[in-house]
């Protein structure tokens, strides 16, 4: 049966547009892995990723009617409901008699909703797919009773029924190596803070998240908190390594993991691995300020270790406390400078408009950015995922005002969906975090600690890549609410 899986697009290219081709895009790797499942059960299945390959609404029917599959899948996030919902609907009103397929951390959150606000939705998956989607696929197939297939909403006599919660997959071992050959890789090229060297491409070891208390963060939901922390052996992990070393001459690798930190003694056992076998690879990876120290930095600078990506959130304690990330100041400190200590380059993300946050605790947070060794810094804005705590605090109408009622289209970290009371207006939060992209970046102490970084010319041309990036999407970019 032919499946086509779509990576939606946050907006269709117009008639006649051009497309410069914009780094910051990775394989998606939780969809290969299906890809993967469907292909080793004889399917023909193709992937078309819409946010590097963008398309006309023409030139995606064409695409369709050329490929002409039997199913449509997609995966839905809170920023591309609408857009999903778009192309569902163009689907189904130009080509007669195709299945449409749902799942994604959306659909999940919202089963019932997402099937009563999209009629051309024909099947939605709940929870992880991999073996749902292809006992899915297999029924349509046989034409055999849905209804026993686990993890699916569908409707039947205009009800909305659900088959079942289906048992959580404890050993990811199981499931095949997600393979890559459903991307033309040449178009996967991170941003300029996000590599070393290339060709570059990205990895997942783990699902889940042992600390799961963070109240901003979805890993902290019941939805997620119940399947527990599971993640590849650590010989997996290498042969995923060599497979991407030699099919496709990857010199680096970014784990996406949301803490590849965690898991006991997972990470020195890994490291321990690269080194023996003598794997040369660089890579970077997500970690929490809690889980390092600094014997096991210098493991990971030995084993090819270069970049750490932080969730730093907040220069304020009382904020700290607030988000239940089980960090403080000093942690934030320490781990900067140990990684610094290592030479290992730092990134690090702040929040800004918590709950109870005035303009002077948004000052200092940005004040606290500026003094430590931070080699990029990212400044979001506060947005309550469905299901969080977060979420209910700032719907609460207790903290300030709520604006999620505008659509899920601006949960992108960039639009103000919450307000604190003590901000006047929208467009003062707005801009405090486009001064603190200017103060962060423009500042003489951040050119001077990118000049102690280079040290190859590729160093010096990824650089001039990514003043290029801050200027164009960082320090030029406004917002909206």
Known sequence: MRVLCIIPPFGFKKEGEKIKQKPGFMPAIGLSLIATILDEEGHDVRILDMQVNKLTENELVAYIRGFNPVIVSMSILDATSSMVKKIINITKSNIDGIKIICGGVHASMYPKETLSQNENIDYLIFGEAEYTMRDLVNALEKNTDIEKVLGVYYRKDGEIKFTGNRSTVTNLDEFPMPSRKFFDMKKYIPTPNQYRHLPATNMITARGCTYSLCNFCFESTKYVRDKGYRRISVERAIDEIKYLIKDYGIR???????????????????????????????????GKVNFVNPIILKKMRKAGCWNIFYGLESGNQELLNITKKGQTLDMIKNAVRWANDEGIEVRGSFILGLPTETPEMGKKTVDFALGLDLDYGEFHLNTPYGGTEMET????????????????????????????????????????????????????KYFFLKLKHLRTREDFVRYLRGVKFLFEVRLLNKGDY
Do not use: H
């Open 393 to 444: 605090m700032c719907k609460s109408g207790k903290y300030g005002t709520y604006y999620g009622d505008k659509g899920f289209d601006n949960f992108t970290q960039c639009s103000v969906i919450f307000l604190p009371k003590d901000y006047k207006n929208p467009e003062q939060l707005l801009k405090l975090r486009n001064d603190a992209y200017k103060k962060f970046y423009l500042r003489p």
């Open 252 to 286: 680096e690798i970014a784990f996406w993991d949301d803490e590849f930190l965690l898991g006991g003694n997972w990470v020195e056992e890994f490291c321990d691995a690269i080194i023996a076998e003598g794997i040369d690879i660089t890579w970077s990876c997500y």
